[in-house]
């Protein structure tokens, strides 16, 4: 009778803290999931970059400050028992409206929406319109950042694509670039994949790294020794490339430059006149050639002050391999964008006559 009753109370004991242990248990998951469901987040779609280096606990800090985050000890709860501080990726993530905390680790969990882009350069592009067209593609793009401003962002990167100094020590090609020119000329046209992450120096860093490998050593000596610098020879193949209607055109196009560059005359190169001008005439105004500027070479002897833009392979490649001939002068055809050349400037004239009226 007395071994019954004392072996009755541990039995009941036990099962009032199994009650117990089980209703902690119960009222723990269920504040979890009050924690879950508490809105912490905008009305509206947001989009959040998670940097390379970024922590769980970093985030969450950065996502407050930045005010898309109203709970973070919620945030941060959640987080931890559904494990994103080891499953956080980098990158782009896209917040529904009126997220919920659930709703933000579960984005956070799936991994970034898109974390780069495509974006294609074109032969004969300025700085400027490279900075434009970088800019456009990471602000329009499916895994643009919500925070970038698309005329910021382009000032910044034209602004980096001017510091020849900063990447001249870094890249060998750089070393014959005279001082006071950007890197104009050198960021090599193609198509580029960039994290929307990317940062201006990354950008000009890997358009530069580009030119290094596709100009190789052998086309570099050319340059060297048809026109003492690959500089001079970068600077006349910007002019080529955007003279010429064709890259069939370029190597005799490149001949007539050449032609007038040893006989002293002037190169009057209607390009180099739409570079200071900012515009894009097929022909020159009388006016715009007396521009005053280092870069119009309706004035200024010799090659202008720098490249008028960032040639393509081909363009280089025919400036150091242009075509024997005696030609002068040459306009291009309206109609079939083939360039007509001439040795005389009254042929020229007559050919103006024939095509271009």
């Not at 009650?19 to 902690?24: A, G, H, I, K, S």
């Not at 602000?139 to 034209?158: C, H, K, M």
């Not at 001949?255 to 200071?276: I, K, P």
Request: proline share 5%; charged share 20%.
């Amino acid at each position: 009778m007395g071994n019954g009753s004392s072996s009755a109370r541990p039995t009941r004991f036990g099962g009032c803290l199994g009650l117990f242990l089980l209703l902690v248990v119960a009222g723990g998951i269920g504040t979890l999931a009050l924690i879950g469901d508490t809105c912490d987040c905008s009305e509206k779609e947001v989009a959040i970059v998670v940097q390379p280096t970024e922590t769980f606990e970093q985030l969450t800090d950065r996502l407050v400050k930045e005010g898309y985050v109203e709970h973070p000890l919620a945030l941060s709860l959640w987080g931890q028992f559904r494990g994103v501080p080891g499953e956080l990726q980098a990158g782009r993530h896209v917040l529904p409206p009126n997220a919920s905390v659930r709703d933000v680790v579960n984005v956070l969990l799936v991994g970034p929406s898109q974390t780069e882009f495509s974006v294609t350069t074109i032969e004969g592009w300025t700085n400027q319109k490279v900075s434009q067209e970088i800019a456009l593609a990471i602000v329009t793009g499916p895994g643009a950042p919500a925070d970038v401003s698309e005329e910021v962002f382009a000032e910044r990167l034209l602004e980096e694509m001017s510091q020849l100094e900063k990447y001249r020590g870094e890249f060998e090609f750089l070393g014959d670039v005279p001082s006071g020119r950007t890197l104009e000329g050198y960021l090599f046209p193609d198509t580029y994949q960039f994290f929307y992450t990317a940062q201006p120096e990354d950008i000009v860093r890997k358009m530069l790294q580009n030119f290094g490998v596709r100009i190789s050593d052998e086309l570099r000596a050319q340059t060297e020794r048809e026109y003492g610098s690959l500089f001079d020879a970068v600077t006349l193949a910007s002019i080529v490339q955007l003279e010429s209607g064709s890259a069939s055109d370029n190597a005799a196009i490149a001949r007539v430059f050449r032609n007038r560059l040893d006989a002293g005359q002037a190169l009057e190169s209607d390009v180099t006149v739409n570079y200071v001008t900012q515009t894009n005439n097929q022909i020159a105004t009388l006016e715009e050639t007396r521009v005053d500027s280092p870069y119009n070479t309706y004035l200024v002897p010799g090659l202008p002050f720098g490249p008028v833009g960032n040639p393509g392979l081909s363009a280089i490649q025919s400036t150091v391999s242009t075509e024997d001939h005696d030609y002068f002068f040459f306009l291009t055809d309206l109609e079939t964008g083939e360039a007509v050349f001439a040795e005389t400037f009254s042929g020229h004239q007559d050919n103006v006559r024939t095509y271009l009226r």
